[in-house]
T-cell receptor, first 108, second 113 residues
Framework: LAKTTQPISMDSYEGQEVNITCSHN???????ITWYQQFPSQGPRFIIQ???TKVTNEVASLFIPADRKSSTLSLPRVSLSDTAVYYC?????????FGKGTRLHILP | DVKVTQSSRYLVKRTGEKVFLECVQD?????MFWYRQDPGLGLRLIYF???????EKGDIPEGYSVSREKKERFSLILESASTNQTSMYLC????????????FGPGTRLTVT
């Protein structure tokens, strides 16, 4: 069963680029990788989804190497409002594997 | 704007009570999910439903049941609440297809005393 592992917490400063890496060694061929953001007292919010190589949207980029055993969420030029918990998920038609989340703290 | 609502933000129940947590979505999504969230454990999937009257066990179904009589509504039932079911409960919905994006409700913080 695919399992995801991510750092428990990270600190960064406003204006910096932040990269959060998730490992998922047992990812299956048909699985996708998605990332969510969660603020206190709210439900998680979808950020980005990818299968391989690089995906970019208006919020973030997602880098997935050829072996797909890991992925990296990249947040460009973070601000204080990006302080949140970020979850990496492996998803397939019959599975949803949430990581334990990375608590990102942005400092002024 | 898409919306998932949960019947209560905060709920306090006594041990042994039967508890109903309701979730409603207005997006005509086929798939719906119930998770619980605990500190240090992240989100864990309890049950999910692919469509009306369908249900599948997630990773931690023990002590819970679900009901999906209408497409927009997915109920989580604690048959006999116990203190170890004190948690944040989150409901989500998803339209099956090429995107695995789930839309989450705000959560219900349940305390069982």
């Amino acid at each position: 069963l695919a399992k995801t592992t991510q750092p428990i917490s990270m600190d960064s400063y406003e204006g910096q680029e932040v990269n959060i890496t998730c490992s998922h060694n047992n990812i299956a061929t048909n699985d996708y990788i998605t990332w969510y953001q969660q603020f206190p007292s709210q439900g998680p919010r979808f950020i980005i989804q990818g299968y391989k190589t690089k995906v970019t949207n208006e919020v973030a980029s997602l880098f997935i190497p050829a072996d797909r055993k890991s992925s990296t969420l990249s947040l460009p030029r973070v601000s204080l409002s990006d302080t949140a918990v970020y979850y990496c998920l492996v998803v397939g038609d019959d599975k949803i594997i949430f990581g334990k989340g990375t608590r990102l703290h942005i400092l002024p | 704007d898409v919306k998932v609502t949960q019947s209560s933000r905060y709920l306090v129940k006594r041990t042994g009570e039967k508890v109903f947590l309701e979730c409603v979505q207005d997006m005509d999504h086929e798939n719906m999910f119930w998770y619980r969230q605990d500190p240090g454990l992240g989100l864990r999937l309890i049950y999910f439903s692919y469509d009306v009257k369908m249900k599948e066990k997630g990773d931690i179904p023990e002590g819970y049941s679900v009901s999906r009589e209408k497409k927009e509504r997915f109920s989580l039932i604690l048959e006999s609440a116990s203190t170890n079911q004190t948690s944040m409960y989150l409901c989500a919905s998803r339209r099956p297809g090429t995107s695995y994006e789930q839309y989450f409700g705000p959560g219900t913080r349940l305390t069982v005393t």
